[in-house]
């Protein structure tokens, strides 16, 4: 059993800064990477940005520039440094962490909204 719990979501107004946070436990086989996505309504869930057990990191270009991912060193744990915020980035925002399996595992969701 592999289990996701995020938190640092909230609301921001325009131009601000909000950092998530992820940290996993349980029976994880292998680290791959871990990430994170995004639902709205209407739309399907994206990809917000990802790290890999190697340490390269993938950004949704609406993103780059403004978030950055990051890794606790020996840890499974990530966080998502969001920076100059704007409306539509509001969504909720789901952790992923993929094993060498690549097995899914995602956490509940955290709410972000910017608006003023």
């Known amino acids: 059993q592999v289990h996701l719990v995020e938190s640092g979501g909230g609301l921001v107004q325009p131009g601000g800064s909000l950092r998530l946070s992820c940290a996993a436990t349980?029976?994880?086989?292998?680290?791959?990477?871990m990430g994170w996505y995004r639902h709205t309504p209407g739309k399907e869930r994206e990809l917000v940005a990802q790290?890999?057990?190697?340490?390269?990191?993938k950004y949704d270009d609406s993103v780059k520039g403004r978030f950055t991912i990051s890794r606790e060193a020996g840890k499974y744990s990530v966080h998502l440094q969001m920076d100059r915020l704007e409306p539509e980035v509001t969504a909720l925002y789901y952790c992923?962490?993929?094993?060498?399996?690549?097995?899914?595992?995602w956490g509940q969701g955290t709410q972000v909204t910017v608006s003023s």
């Open positions: 992923q962490l993929r094993d060498s399996r690549l097995q899914a595992y």
């Open positions: 349980g029976d994880i086989f292998s680290f791959f990477s």
């Open positions: 790290i890999y057990s190697s340490s390269d990191t």
